[in-house]
């Protein structure tokens, strides 16, 4: 299985279910603040990596049951990610999954203060970020669906969570278009707006039930693809009987 993530946690689920994973990021530090196992290997792929070379660190061809990007596809060289899946992904049973999460359901007193802060990100969200923001619904994607979601149909999920105050706040001064505002001067998550969750929130040491609102695709190779690399693995087997004469 290979994933590609931005959140470590899921590394942490997947692993329970398969007997090796394959986790790859652009960002060194990041692995390095990874959850060690023994059934996960870690791995560095640079933007100036080749797809051959992609191909051959994660197995190889026809290698992958389970390709999943999670909170990540949208920061990606789509074509590459894209031609590196064909060719590691199984042709008979590969899956690959994407998703993103893009609100957060707290309360009815937090909600709508959540919103507020929402529609301040629009003058600094950059295009890559909007295609979260839209939950994958303008995002290509060219597999076949398996009746989880297709290309501009993403399937919504409630992905239940516990959060204390301090990781909310923490969360919210993280948030990509929040840091892009700071760097342009601007401080959306100020000290005044702190004080209004806190009000909402109530005990400070409350960890709260929360659910993320994620919206997932899940295909598999196309049947055309399936049928080329077939024909081009029967071509090599072929060629290395007509060597062996």
């Given at each position: 299985?290979?994933?590609?993530?931005?959140?470590?946690?899921?590394?942490?689920?997947?692993?329970?279910?398969?007997?090796?994973?394959?986790?790859?990021?652009?960002?060194?530090?990041?692995?390095?603040?990874?959850?060690?196992?023994?059934?996960?290997?870690?791995?560095?792929?640079?933007?100036?990596?080749?797809?051959?070379?992609?191909?051959?660190?994660?197995?190889?061809?026809?290698?992958?049951?389970?390709?999943?990007?999670?909170?990540?596809?949208?920061?990606?060289?789509?074509?590459?990610?894209?031609?590196?899946?064909?060719?590691?992904?199984?042709?008979?049973?590969?899956?690959?999954?994407?998703?993103?999460?893009?609100?957060?359901?707290?309360?009815?007193?937090?909600?709508?203060?959540?919103?507020?802060?929402?529609?301040?990100?629009?003058?600094?969200?950059?295009?890559?970020?909007?295609?979260?923001?839209?939950?994958?619904?303008?995002?290509?994607?060219?597999?076949?669906?398996?009746?989880?979601?297709?290309?501009?149909?993403?399937?919504v999920l409630d992905l239940p969570h516990k959060l204390s105050l301090k990781g909310f706040i923490g969360f919210l001064r993280s948030w990509q278009p929040v840091v892009k505002a700071?760097?342009?001067?601007?401080?959306?998550?100020?000290?005044?707006?702190?004080?209004?969750?806190?009000?909402?929130?109530?005990?400070?040491?409350?960890?709260?039930?929360?659910?993320?609102?994620?919206?997932m695709i899940v295909g598999k190779i196309p049947v055309s693809i399936q049928h080329v690399r077939c024909e081009s693995d029967q071509v090599s087997e072929d060629g290395n009987k007509?060597?062996?004469?």
């Amino acid at each position: 299985m290979l994933t590609i993530s931005r959140l470590t946690f899921y590394i942490s689920q997947l692993v329970e279910h398969y007997e090796k994973v394959v986790a790859t990021d652009i960002n060194e530090a990041q692995l390095k603040r990874a959850i060690k196992h023994s059934r996960i290997s870690y791995h560095h792929t640079p933007k100036n990596m080749s797809e051959d070379e992609m191909v051959a660190l994660v197995g190889g061809e026809n290698s992958i049951d389970l390709i999943v990007a999670a909170q990540a596809a949208h920061f990606f060289d789509l074509t590459t990610f894209y031609n590196v899946a064909k060719r590691v992904l199984r042709k008979e049973g590969g899956l690959i999954a994407i998703w993103v999460y893009n609100d957060l359901i707290i309360s009815p007193e937090i909600d709508p203060i959540m919103n507020r802060l929402l529609d301040s990100t629009l003058p600094f969200r950059t295009p890559i970020i909007n295609l979260a923001f839209d939950g994958y619904r303008t995002l290509p994607f060219p597999f076949e669906s398996i009746g989880m979601g297709s290309e501009g149909k993403p399937v919504v999920l409630d992905l239940p969570h516990k959060l204390s105050l301090k990781g909310f706040i923490g969360f919210l001064r993280s948030w990509q278009p929040v840091v892009k505002a700071r760097e342009q001067g601007v401080e959306l998550v100020s000290e005044d707006l702190i004080n209004k969750f806190e009000e909402a929130w109530g005990d400070e040491n409350q960890v709260k039930d929360v659910s993320y609102k994620a919206h997932m695709i899940v295909g598999k190779i196309p049947v055309s693809i399936q049928h080329v690399r077939c024909e081009s693995d029967q071509v090599s087997e072929d060629g290395n009987k007509d060597l062996l004469y």
